[in-house]
């Protein structure tokens, strides 16, 4: 069984930055597409970003391109979202999903992701 764990989501000014992590269990997740998602209260869960399993191969939501990079460490078995100009519209919960079918390449829907870590919440005030 798979168990994602994410960490670093706190209460932050816009402009600031944040870290999030996640930390896999129960599996070596070096062969598999990682990828970070968010939802905001009563919108639709969406995809912030995502990396292949070697890391050659990042994608990101236009809302954070430039904002955000993604990068994992397979040896740790976790993934990290550098978060730097945090703007209001980022507030939510950001989630971490592992992609078992395929690793060398990211898709951006949830439905093709099949761990998911319980998330964590940023906030970030005006």
């Known amino acids: 069984q798979v168990q994602l764990v994410e960490s670093g989501g706190e209460l932050v000014q816009a402009g600031g930055s944040l870290r999030l992590s996640c930390v896999g269990s129960?599996?070596?997740?070096?062969?598999?597409?990682m990828a970070w998602f968010r939802q905001a209260p009563g919108k639709e869960r969406e995809f912030v970003s995502g990396i292949s399993w070697s890391g050659g191969k990042k994608v990101y939501a236009e809302s954070v391109k430039g904002r955000f990079t993604i990068s994992r460490d397979n040896a740790k078995n976790t993934v990290s979202l550098q978060m730097n100009s945090l703007k209001t519209e980022d507030t939510a919960v950001y989630y971490c999903?592992?992609?078992?079918?395929?690793?060398?390449?990211?898709?951006?829907?949830?439905?093709?992701?099949?761990?998911w870590g319980q998330g964590t919440q940023v906030t970030v005030s005006s």
């Open positions: 999903a592992a992609d078992l079918d395929v690793g060398f390449f990211v898709r951006s829907t949830p439905d093709s992701y099949d761990y």
């Open positions: 129960g599996r070596t997740l070096g062969g598999d597409a």
